[in-house]
């Protein structure tokens, strides 16, 4: 099965930017997959449309084959997006924060315990699952970005520039617990503008740039005509 599908997908923003110019591209069910480009390249806008904060000029987008455009609230269920920001309440506690998150799914309160609980352990946070998530250290808040972007059990997690910004130790632990999610089945896609971040974790690759898919290919392959 097709994890992601997208056919000619165009985005003109308001202000006439053509951000994506015909993008097609597929994604396989169970890939690691990245999508590599140069800043302003059309990375967050394609990743803005795929889980619905973003709308599509044209063009279709299938999740698992449901359409993004048109079955909006089901696409979404399938969906885990980490965005580029932490964006959390610094003033909450990581529970809380996993479990507020599942209540806004509609996951009844004893399997968001569960799953919180599951997450936190996974990503190594279970000790500060009680703490003002403002006093966790940098690599934590981008685990606990990851670990909200779990509570749906989504089939796709994507990640937009996990590691923008954070040094090579909290970027080796992220990729290491994002690893580990994508060996427990779930597809997991990642934009960067690191080819060395799309080397350590990715089967498959795309570059886009100016809005368009330049190559499509495996990591091996593109490494060989490196
Ligand atoms: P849409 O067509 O998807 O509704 P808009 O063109 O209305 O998007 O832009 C959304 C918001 O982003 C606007 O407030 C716009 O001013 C702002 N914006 C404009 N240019 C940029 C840019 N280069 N990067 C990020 N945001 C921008
Ligand atoms: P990337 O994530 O690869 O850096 P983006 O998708 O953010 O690329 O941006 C692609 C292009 O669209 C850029 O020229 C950017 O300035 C423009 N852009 C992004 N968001 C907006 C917006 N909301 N309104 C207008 N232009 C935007």
Redesign the pocket.
Known sequence: PTALSIRDLRKT???G?EALRGVSLDVAAGDFFALLGPNGAGKSTLIGIVSSL??ATAGEVDVFGVSVLRERSRAMSLIGLVPQEINFNMFEKPEDILVNQAGFYGVPRRLALERAEKYLTQLQLWEKRNVMSRTLSGGMKRRLMVARAMMNEPRLLILDEPTAGVDIEIRRSMWSFVRQINQAGTTVILTTHYLEEAEQLCRNIAIIDKGGIIENTSMRALLAKL
């Open positions: 923003y308001g202000n930017v973003v709308n």
